[in-house]
C-alpha cells in the first residue's frame, strides 16, 4: 500500500511540475486601488494557492485551541481523579486468581 502511495505522489508531483513549466508566460494580476502584479501564471497560482492555505489554518486555528485548552483541563482533572480515587479498586465478583476470559463451569 505504502508503494501505492508513493507512485501517486510521483506522478501528482510530475503533473504538477510540467503544468508549471508550461504555464511560465506573464500574467497580469490587477489588485486594488489600480495597482498590478506582472508575474508568471504559475507563481500568481502558487501565491493564490499560499493564501488559500493561511486562510484556511486561519479558520480552523480557534478551534483547535479550544479543543487543546479542553484537552488540557480533562487530562489535569483525570489526574486529580487518580490521585483521589483507591490505588486498586477490585469489584465484588472477581475472585482472586481467575482470569476473566476462562469459557466453562464456574469454579
Do not use: C
Not at 478551534?63 to 485548552?69: D, I, K, N, P, T
Amino acid at each position: 500500500m505504502k508503494l501505492v502511495a508513493w507512485i501517486f505522489r510521483i506522478v501528482l508531483f510530475v503533473l504538477l511540475f510540467v503544468l508549471a513549466l508550461r504555464n511560465t508566460g506573464d500574467a497580469s494580476l490587477q489588485l486594488f486601488f489600480g495597482a498590478v502584479w506582472h508575474a508568471p501564471l504559475i507563481l500568481i497560482l502558487l501565491a493564490a494557492f499560499a493564501l488559500g492555505i493561511v486562510a484556511a489554518l486561519a479558520a480552523v486555528a480557534p478551534g483547535l485551541m479550544r479543543q487543546r485548552m479542553e484537552a488540557g483541563r480533562l487530562r489535569r482533572a483525570l489526574g486529580e481523579a487518580r490521585a483521589t480515587s483507591p490505588a486498586e479498586a477490585v469489584p465484588p465478583e472477581a475472585k482472586p486468581g481467575v482470569p476473566y476470559n476462562v469459557v466453562g463451569p464456574k469454579v
